[in-house]
């Protein structure tokens, strides 16, 4: 089976860093494409950060600038850079992978379990 787990997490004051990372096992023939997302409570979750197969990276208008996304192809690894952090930011980040198990198997979605990123004085 495939898993996504996440680390990094955890309580920062505003204005600091964090960086977050996901490592992908299991059964993977390709990874099309790795993403951020985060989830604040009583809010929809949100893409935060994405990186696609040919290296193109897209990201949230509210976090250009201070986040930066980052692959390892080989490792099967995606990382996000987080500086000059807001209170705002506060979410539970969830790794996603869009990703083939096998040739002949379908591209389907897979999500890590979260890690928690609280930003608070």
């Known amino acids: 089976q495939v898993q996504l787990v996440e680390s990094g997490g955890g309580l920062v004051q505003p204005g600091g860093s964090l960086r977050l990372s996901c490592a992908a096992s299991?059964?993977?023939?390709?990874?099309?494409?790795m993403n951020w997302y985060r989830q604040a409570p009583g809010k929809e979750r949100e893409l935060v950060a994405g990186s696609v197969i040919g290296g193109g990276t897209n990201y949230a208008d509210s976090v250009k600038g201070r986040f930066t996304i980052s692959r390892d192809n080989a490792k099967n690894t995606v990382n996000l850079q987080m500086n000059s952090l807001k209170p705002e930011d506060t979410a539970v980040y969830y790794c996603n992978a869009n990703l083939k198990e096998s040739y002949f198997s379908p591209s389907m979605d897979y999500w890590g379990k979260g890690t928690l990123v609280t930003v608070s004085s």
């Open positions: 299991g059964s993977i023939f390709r990874i099309n494409a």
